[in-house]
């Protein structure tokens, strides 16, 4: 199955940590995650390549960090210093050559 699955979401207040993970499998050019604030667009919140290269979205820049484990097909989203504004349903990527897979989500709320 090529779906990747989300895990790590939850409530927090602002100020905490959340990690997120999102598993998958096959030959990874490149892992994102996403989010979905409530009513707004989705929108590109990290990237990272199979090199390890990495880019950020300037909300997120300094506070978010994403990192892979190529051998496990697994990234990782460490989020800290977490604002309500970061309320969203967090999507994972994964592209493979020739076509890209999305997950379902999971859901990270944070309260003032």
């Known amino acids: 199955q090529l779906q990747p699955v989300e895990s790590g979401g939850g409530l927090v207040q602002a100020g905490g940590s959340l990690r997120l993970s999102c598993a998958a499998s096959?030959?990874?050019?490149?892992m994102a995650w996403y989010r979905q604030p409530p009513g707004k667009q989705r929108e590109l919140v990290a990237t990272?390549?199979?090199?390890?290269?990495?880019n950020y979205a300037d909300s997120v820049k300094g506070r978010f960090t994403i990192s892979r484990d190529n051998a496990k097909n697994t990234v990782y989203l460490q989020m800290n210093g977490l604002k309500p504004e970061d309320t969203a349903v967090y999507y994972c990527?994964?592209?493979?050559?020739?076509?890209?897979?999305w997950g379902k989500g999971t859901l990270v709320t944070v309260s003032p």
């Open positions: 990527n994964v592209v493979r050559v020739g076509m890209d897979s």
């Open positions: 096959g030959s990874i050019v490149s």
């Open positions: 990272i390549s199979s090199g390890g290269r990495t």
